[in-house]
């Protein structure tokens, strides 16, 4: 079935840090890409998204490009805020699963920033 | 464009009652999802509907839930005779079912639930 493994956290940078969490997946078709974020207290927010192969999704400064080789698609930001702190999800949605098309999601890694 | 809401926003109830969520999705979507998420859990997908026609449940959904779409707007989703192990936090999502949006979902803030 499909799955996401995610970068373990929790991860602490000092704010203007450069970011990267990781993210593969296993998906049985040609599954489209998320990142959705949580911030303390609030509900899942998308961030970004890559339909295909080297589709690169990018939002609020963040990026991650959707890599079918390595089935891959990890998040990167290269100067984080304090405001970035959050726990992200990286997330996919697969043609394979029929027609829900419902969100497989990693564990989710919890990203600190201290000014 | 209010986004999804759900109520209650947190239930605290004992073991072996029956509770009701509910959720409004935003307005002009058709396709609806249930998950609940643990701590320190990503969310897990519960069940989906597409207007009121329920078309998936997952093999989570034991038969002590339900959930109904009875007009293809809101929906509830109803546990009975809960258990400890019902504790979580329950998300609901909506999206359009247009491939060119990616099936994109939008997420409530969720119902916390606790069963003492």
């Known amino acids: 079935g499909d799955s996401v493994t995610q970068m373990e956290g929790p991860v602490t940078l000092s704010e203007e840090a450069f970011l990267t969490i990781n993210c593969t997946y296993t998906?049985?078709?040609?599954?489209?890409l998320f990142w959705y974020v949580q911030y303390p207290g609030e509900g899942l927010q998308l961030l970004l998204k890559a339909t295909k192969a080297d589709d690169k999704g990018s939002n609020k400064g963040f990026e991650a490009t959707y890599r079918k080789e390595t089935t891959s698609f990890h998040l990167e930001k290269g100067s984080v805020q304090v405001s970035d702190s959050a726990v992200y999800f990286c997330a996919l949605s697969d043609q394979g699963s029929g027609s829900a098309r419902q969100l497989t999601f990693g564990s989710g890694t919890q990203l600190t920033v201290l000014p | 464009d209010t986004g999804v809401s759900q109520n209650p926003r947190h239930k605290i109830t004992k073991r072996g009652q029956n509770v009701t969520f509910r959720c409004d999705p935003i307005?002009?979507?058709?396709?609806l999802y249930w998950y609940r998420q643990t701590l320190g859990q990503g969310p897990e997908f519960l069940t989906y509907f597409q207007n009121e026609a329920q078309l998936e449940k997952s093999r989570l959904l034991s038969d002590r839930f339900s959930a109904e779409r009875p007009k293809g707007s809101f929906s509830t989703l109803e546990i009975q005779r809960t258990e400890q192990g019902d504790s979580a936090m329950y998300l609901c999502?909506?999206?359009?079912?247009?491939?060119?949006?990616?099936?994109?979902?939008?997420f409530g803030p969720g119902t916390r639930l606790t069963v003492t």
């Open positions: 307005s002009e979507h058709n396709r």
């Open positions: 999502a909506s999206s359009l079912a247009r491939p060119v949006l990616s099936y994109e979902q939008y």
């Open positions: 998906a049985t078709g040609y599954p489209s």
